[in-house]
């Protein structure tokens, strides 16, 4: 017959084995959880950055006049201090989703804000595969790198003279002047 104390000794070794499977397991489920956070956070990171580059745009465009501005400050984006009316570019200023405090502005050269990044010195999971209006992104070794910034469009070409000195036809500028347009015959 075995003894009780062997017995007991026997059982005590399986619980603490089972007990040790259970942390592992734990510590698992935790590593795995919290790669799902940061990865959900730099979802929301890239969304609320691209929120913020499109204010900024509709802000740009909206300038009235020929000559263009950026926002003097993020609040600018909420109400358009140069609209008689309420014109909001952006719902409210959202904060960081990875440091939970305020974007940092980045600078055009106006002076105005071009764009925002995070303040973050983290490095970010997400290294490739971004969208094309994030392809500035790729190989960024901390969020602080993840530049949300406005690029003006090109101005369109100036017309050009012909090259015998001649000007450029009156109506190639002018639309419908395709030569494609619908004629009552």
Not at 94 to 118: C, H, L, M, N, R
Not at 148 to 168: E, L, Q, Y
């Amino acid at each position: 017959m075995v003894s009780l104390r062997k017995q007991v000794g026997f059982t005590y070794l399986t619980v603490m084995f089972v007990i040790a499977i259970l942390l592992g397991g734990l510590a698992i489920v935790g590593e795995v959880w919290e790669t799902s956070a940061r990865r959900e956070k730099e979802a929301e990171l890239l969304f609320i950055g691209n929120q913020y580059r499109r204010a900024i745009g509709l802000y740009y465009t909206a300038t009235p006049g020929p000559q263009k501005r950026y926002p003097r400050t993020l609040e600018d984006l909420i109400k358009d201090p140069r609209q008689p009316n309420t014109q909001r570019h952006i719902r409210k200023l959202f904060p960081d989703p990875i440091t939970g405090k305020e974007f940092v502005a980045i600078k055009g050269a106006d002076g105005g804000i071009q764009g925002v990044s995070s303040a973050s010195d983290v490095a970010p999971l997400k290294i490739a595969g971004f969208r094309v209006r994030d392809a500035s992104l790729e190989g960024a070794q901390k969020y602080s790198d993840w530049k949300f910034i406005h690029t003006p469009p090109a101005p369109p070409p100036a017309a050009k003279p012909a090259a015998d000195g001649s000007k450029p036809a009156a109506n190639a500028a002018q639309p419908g002047a395709t030569g494609l347009e619908k004629t009552n015959h």
